[in-house]
């Protein structure tokens, strides 16, 4: 193996004097190895010919029957019983486990992950969206559910698992945090904070206070309870319409999906007023025929833990008699039964279980995991006034499921469904609105084969900035002849840069039109072609791109995602940009290539590539060399000389475990244009030793003059080996 510096390859790429530059790739994978996506499967159906249903069943031990047979199951619609003419169970492979995985004693604790930028939906095992209901979390509640989340995805995540974690205040950008890669994950828990305009305050109660004073007291206490009461059941319909949009987005994704719902609870009824009107109520109803045709189960966890009820700290009794103080007990008593029952409500209704009165939310969210692992699929044909279209969009057709075998059985399934059949004709979809939906999906839709990498660096002048490529299979695309023998195909792309909370902070569309000549429509059919973008980012943190492309002629679309995290430079700390990786063929070595023949390129357009591996789409073969190279910032620097002393590492990993560990070299430096901002790289030769696959480079640099805690920096880049 043999190491150098690759300082132009980093300008080619990162430097901001250069926003370009000649990339390329080795022909795209044989159409082995490019997997079509597979229907989905369709778990709950409610057409005017078939309405299917999931159940779960259990016995009296709570333990999973998984052998019952379809004539020992009755399934009734309004109390009315219905004939079987669908039946089978769906379990989960054996070999899946939700319990902790021992760790090798080759995996190292700063291993990046696997890669993670190919995700399919056959390779998805569960699908799981963790609503943390901020709207609706006391302070208190916000400190354990942050804390449950950390252990959650530390050790409960398994590979397969397509989680979200999303926030009801987060707005429109829920659909776009669905990942396997858990870096995004922790930076969703990071954003989980109390929400102080939120539904509760700063513990699951609200304590006691002293009547206002004076004749109109009672009744300006009463006005400001009224008032209390409104604003919760606003803020109750704004949790369920977060809920809402997150079905939506899971309604056509993989399997049988599951929503876990982390909250302080909301009203659906009170006790004390039975006839008063919530509109969280009919909210609610609405959300559960949705979850129930979109094959969403919605598990509730009522984040206030167990609670006493009794008296504390923060009550003040001064001012209230006996009387008094029993009314507000009664009252607070009152409270914590009728927020519960909104989520019990929705758990019931949508075949989830509601977990309720344990300080233990690690465990509950256990107990949901457990509980995705096998269901029945149980169909029946409905009669002509089940869809009635006169009635059938107010009338609400309760389901029920009954086990003849003798014996206890629990029972846990959708309850019921509107007479509106799924089969009713959906307005067209524009250009815009399809293009959306492939932004949204968390799988790259695959009518054109894309590939996109994100990579982040920082200019003195420019500040910090993402400088993504987008690789296009050019076969995907429609060309026609054209005279002189040219080439034409349009095509139209969107990209749209969200922040760690889901929302769009820059967004750009273009339709392009080119005409190739012969030569180079034949190169560009062979070697593809790549899409620039740069995005300046002016604050630090976790970024996510998403690109979504559009072949004019036949519609098809291609998507990709690219999370990103962006450190912040000014805390003058050790520092990595992103990776630069690219193969490079022994006897076409370019690493003495100017940055001046690169082509010239605006911060946003195309280019065809050149016949080596380029670092947009990073396939490389046996016997190419592996170059890499990122800056380095902030290194400190030596009062005796003036001088860095700084050492780098190299690392493959594959499936999380090290391969390969190269020495620690110190880095030579004698003279810099920025000291803030130094190069380093080298290359590795890909041995035949290297099976095909997916593995992942990670470069550890450390700064001997540094405190010891920020001495040490790492960043990584995935690639594969392809034969």
Excluded at 336 to 359: K, M, S, W, Y
Aim: charged content about 25%; cysteine-free.
């Amino acid at each position: 193996m043999t190491k150098f510096l690759l300082p132009l390859l980093l300008l080619l790429l990162l430097a901001s004097s250069a926003f370009a530059q000649q990339a390329g790739t080795l022909p795209p994978p044989p159409p082995a190895q490019r997997t079509p996506k597979p229907e989905d499967v369709d778990v709950v159906r409610i057409t005017t010919n078939l309405v299917q249903v999931d159940a779960v069943v259990t016995d009296s031990k709570g333990k999973l029957v998984t052998d019952l047979k379809p004539e020992e199951i009755e399934i009734f619609e309004d109390g009315k019983k219905q004939k079987i003419t669908h039946f089978s169970l769906n379990l989960e492979p054996a070999t899946a486990t939700t319990e902790p995985e021992t760790k090798s004693k080759t995996t190292v604790s700063n291993a990046p992950p696997p890669s993670f930028n190919r995700l399919k939906p056959e390779d998805v095992r569960r699908t799981i969206a963790i609503v943390v209901d901020d709207l609706g979390l006391s302070f208190e509640s916000t400190y354990y559910v942050r804390r449950a989340l950390k252990k959650f995805v530390d050790e409960q995540m398994r590979p397969g698992d397509l989680v979200a974690i999303i926030r009801t205040s987060g707005g429109m950008g829920a659909l776009q945090q669905f990942t396997i890669d858990k870096r995004q994950l922790y930076a969703a828990i990071d954003r989980v904070k109390w929400y102080p305009n939120g539904r509760s305050g700063m513990s699951a109660f609200e304590p006691i206070r002293p009547p206002t004073p004076g004749d109109q007291g009672a009744a300006i206490d009463a006005f400001n309870e009224e008032a209390n009461q409104t604003r919760q059941d606003n803020f109750a319909v704004g949790t369920l319409g977060a809920i809402s949009y997150v079905i939506k987005g899971l309604k056509d994704l993989p399997g049988r999906k599951g929503v876990l719902l982390l909250s302080d609870g909301f009203r659906i009824f009170s006790r004390e007023d039975p006839g008063q009107n919530f509109q969280a109520r009919d909210r609610l109803m609405r959300l559960i025929d949705q979850a129930n045709r979109a094959s969403v189960v919605i598990y509730t966890m009522n984040a206030t833990g167990l609670q006493a009820l009794s008296l504390t700290a923060a009550d003040d009794l001064s001012g209230r008699d006996p009387q008094q103080l029993q009314d507000a007990m009664s009252a607070r008593s009152n409270e914590a039964f009728e927020t519960q029952e909104g989520l019990d409500v929705l758990a019931h209704e949508t075949g989830g279980i509601p977990i309720r009165n344990t300080n233990d939310l690690t465990g509950g969210i256990r107990r949901v995991l457990e509980d995705q692992k096998g269901f029945y699929l149980i169909g029946y044909r409905p009669d002509e006034m089940t869809f009635d279209r006169r009635t059938g969009r107010r009338t609400y057709h309760k389901l029920t499921l009954k086990v003849t075998r003798p014996g206890k059985f629990n029972v846990r399934m959708r309850n019921g469904f509107y007479g509106v059949s799924d089969d009713e004709k959906r307005p067209p979809r524009s250009l815009a609105q399809t293009m959306v939906d492939a932004l949204a999906s968390p799988f790259g839709s695959t009518g054109v084969h894309v590939q996109l990498t994100s990579l982040f660096a920082n200019d003195v002048k420019a500040g910090s900035y993402m400088r993504s490529v987008l690789y296009i299979d050019a076969r995907d695309l429609t060309f026609t002849d054209e005279p002189n023998n040219m080439h034409k195909s349009v095509f139209n792309v969107v990209a749209i840069t969200f922040g760690d909370n889901g929302v769009p902070i820059d967004q750009a569309g273009r339709t392009y039109t080119i005409e190739l000549p012969d030569d180079v429509y034949k190169r560009t059919m062979r070697d593809g072609m790549v899409y620039y973008v740069t995005v300046p980012v002016k604050k630090p943190g976790a970024y996510q791109l998403r690109m979504s492309f559009r072949d004019a002629a036949s519609e098809r679309i291609g998507s990709a995602s690219q999370f990103i995290e962006v450190p912040d430079i000014k805390k003058n700390r050790l520092m990595l940009s992103s990776v630069v990786l690219r193969g490079v063929l022994p006897n076409a070595n370019r690493t003495n290539a100017n940055p001046a023949d690169a082509p010239p390129q605006d911060q946003e357009g195309m280019d065809n590539g050149s016949a080596e591996a380029s670092p947009a789409v990073r396939h490389f073969r046996h016997g190419m060399m592996l170059t890499y190279g990122a800056y380095i910032y902030n290194a400190k620097l030596d009062k005796a000389d003036n001088l860095p002393k700084l050492t780098t590492q190299v690392q493959l990993f594959r499936e999380g475990k090290p391969i390969f560990t190269g020495k620690e070299n110190p880095l030579q430096v004698k003279d810099a244009a920025d000291w803030k901002r130094l190069m380093a790289g080298g290359a590795i030769q890909i041995g035949t030793d290297l099976p095909a696959g997916d593995y992942v480079l990670q470069i550890t640099v450390t700064d001997a003059l540094a405190d010891q805690k920020h001495r040490t920096a790492t960043q990584w880049m995935d690639f594969s080996i392809v034969n």
